[in-house]
């Protein structure tokens, strides 16, 4: 990390406050035009079977029905409360609240919070990024050296009828200044039923296949949350699919795969825990002059506002959030 990462870590640890800001299936037919070695995006390490490798070869995403049990959920959930009450203070915590309620009166419960972001030193809910059941399948992607680069935990309200609940189609890839892109990959855990009522997500089978798209803040007339850019074109007519799923159920999914949530109808919040992991052999890319340097400007003008660390870079912000989880440190 560079001397400007170092001082960030220092002011994230020491003086920071939260502030507001089905499954594919593959026909056996198919099966027979694959060989195992030739497969790049997943490894042959007896866990995943053959016909589930070319799945997310396929598809780009493979979901694992009841993968974390109802008692860890439950915890998440707990640890979850506590910071919406205020009883707990997590350094480098980001609070986020849906645009649409931003500027109401606040109330210290989960009614107020959309989105928290880089829990990274919140012990309970860093626990989700170490489960070994999410491990074991996050080394198919990776390989043994695991890094957990980014978690969430996604709280997304009601619609107030703006529309404003709504996620826009992008590729995770965007936020990242890291590569290779096949050694990433997401875990998103569903905390309750989610379905298309409630805003469960949906993906573009086979989009990551492409390249990293052009991304900005969609024109949507009841506005959009902070950070949530979104892909600028995408074939409109590409088969979606929508990933509805129970408590506990888990989807990998490649940081090119393009996909997004709808809006919550229903009068309840819809959570979901998730962690970004790559490989820690990954490194670093200087994202200027490329589709992702938007996001690297917002970035650091976010952290030189909240830290007053004027000369850190975007692959800063992200040195100092990284975590290794499994394996050795061996680039990230």
Same mark, same amino acid.
């Given at each position: 990390m560079s001397r400007a990462a170092d001082r960030l870590k220092v002011v994230v640890n020491h003086l920071d406050r939260p502030s507001s800001f089905v499954q594919a299936s593959t026909s056996g037919q198919n099966v027979a035009y694959y060989q195992p070695q030739a497969l790049r995006y997943s490894f042959d390490n007896d866990l995943l079977s053959t016909e589930q490798r070319i799945s997310y070869e396929e598809d780009g995403f493979l979901l694992i029905k009841g993968l974390v049990s109802g008692e860890d959920i439950d915890r998440f959930r707990a640890a979850f409360e506590r910071i919406c009450?205020?009883?707990?203070?997590?350094?480098?915590?980001?609070? %986020?609240r849906d645009v649409s309620i931003a500027k109401s009166e606040f109330v210290p419960d989960q009614k107020a919070i959309s989105k928290l972001q880089d829990f990274q030193e919140e012990p309970e809910l860093f626990?989700?990024?170490?489960?070994?059941?999410?491990? $074991?399948?996050?080394?198919?992607?990776?390989?043994? $050296?695991? %890094?957990?680069?980014?978690? %969430?935990?996604?709280? #997304?309200?009601?619609?107030?009828g703006n529309k404003t609940s709504r996620h826009p189609m992008h590729q995770d890839l965007h936020y990242f200044p890291f590569r290779p892109? +096949?050694?990433?990959?997401?875990s998103w855990t569903a905390m309750e039923k989610v379905n298309r009522q409630n805003g469960c997500l949906v993906v573009l089978p086979g989009s990551h296949h492409g390249t990293l798209k052009e991304h900005d803040y969609p024109e949507w007339?009841?506005?959009? $949350? #902070? %950070?949530?850019?979104?892909?600028? +074109?995408?074939?409109p007519n590409h088969p979606r699919v929508h990933l509805e799923m129970e408590k506990g159920d888990t989807v990998f999914f490649h940081p090119l795969l393009i996909?997004?949530?709808?809006? $919550?109808?229903?009068?309840g919040f819809r959570k979901a825990i998730s962690c970004h992991y790559a490989s820690a052999d990954c490194y670093y890319i200087d994202v200027r002059g490329t589709t992702q340097e938007n996001i690297?400007?917002?970035?650091?003008?976010?952290?030189?506002?909240?830290?007053?660390?004027d000369d850190v870079?975007?692959? +800063?912000?992200?040195?100092?959030?990284?975590r290794l989880v499994q394996g050795e440190r061996t680039n990230l």
């Open positions: 009450r205020r009883e707990v203070q997590v350094p480098g915590l980001v609070v %986020m626990r989700y990024c170490s489960l070994p059941q999410i491990l $074991n399948y996050v080394e198919c992607f990776t390989g043994p $050296n695991i %890094m957990a680069m980014h978690t %969430m935990l996604i709280n #997304k309200p009601p619609d107030t892109a +096949d050694r990433i990959v997401c007339e009841g506005g959009v $949350n #902070k %950070m949530y850019h979104g892909v600028r +074109d995408h074939d996909h997004g949530s709808g809006m $919550n109808q229903t009068q690297g400007q917002e970035v650091k003008e976010i952290a030189a506002r909240k830290y007053a660390v870079t975007f692959e +800063d912000t992200w040195a100092v959030r990284g």
